[in-house]
């Protein structure tokens, strides 16, 4: 009897044992790595970028926005960019678990400074920047770069190529195009038509003071996009 008794005991937490690794690899996987690209280069003054890190700020204490990157374990990763070697990597890849996590990132995006002035504005480079990011994030199921400006490329010329290198790898691209007040939209076509993936889309902020409504709208649609 007593030895039954200990078979029992011991099949039991060794059940367990063997279950658990699944169960936290399961528990544990990461939905989504979203690396956020903003613009600073030299026509974004300092209200303007004031307005892009309250409304990255915002986007990340979002109630909806906080429920979606909890639900994915999302990783998130912030890149600050302008012209030729400008480039830098602001907030490295952090995991959303829970809501605490979350409220960390925010309080971080809000306090950035900001990296570069008076530069250019080299999309492809940025892209390409942001896209070497992505090793240290391979486990999660899709990577995602969004990047937000407010004039196309006039530097380097690269970015058909940067996208079509990161399609490669695997990673989508989409896009804050950041407008006059006109009517007009020559930003959201040309991120349209040069920088985001296929299947990907581009939303239009009329001016910076517009930013914080778009980045809600994006990343929403980034984080609840059903899976494949």
């Known amino acids: 009897m007593r030895l039954n008794a200990t078979l029992r005991w011991l099949k039991g937490p ?11 690899s399961a528990a544990a996987a990461c939905d989504t790595a979203l690396l956020l690209a903003i613009d600073i280069s030299g026509s974004i003054d300092a209200a303007e970028y004031d307005l892009q ?15 979606a990157l909890v639900a994915g374990q999302s990783a998130i990763s912030v890149v600050q960019w302008s012209g030729i070697g400008a480039q830098a990597v ?3 890849w952090q995991r959303i678990f829970g809501a605490g996590d979350a409220a960390r ?19 492809g480079q940025a892209i390409d920047v942001s896209a070497a990011q992505f090793p ?10 969004d990047i937000s400006g407010d004039g196309p490329e006039n530097v380097g010329f690269t970015v058909g190529q940067a996208r079509q290198r990161a399609e490669v790898q ?11 007040m006109g009517v007009s939209t020559p930003i959201t076509n040309f991120y349209l038509r040069w920088a985001v993936t296929k299947g990907g889309f581009v939303i239009t902020a009329r001016g910076l003071r517009d930013y914080p409504r778009a980045m809600r709208e994006k ?8 899976a494949a």
């Open 90 to 92: 602001v907030i490295p």
């Open 170 to 180: 695997g990673i989508e691209i989409n896009a804050i195009a950041i407008e006059d």
């Open 105 to 123: 990132l925010s309080a971080a995006a809000r306090a950035l400074p900001r990296s570069f002035r008076a530069s250019e504005t080299a999309v």
């Open 14 to 24: 060794c059940l367990v044992a063997g279950l658990l690794p699944g169960l936290i």
């Open 136 to 145: 240290a994030v391979a486990d999660c199921r899709r990577k995602v770069i």
């Open 53 to 67: 890190i309250r409304g990255l700020a915002e986007g990340l204490e979002d109630p909806e926005i906080v429920d």
């Open 219 to 226: 990343l929403l649609r980034e984080l609840t996009k059903p």
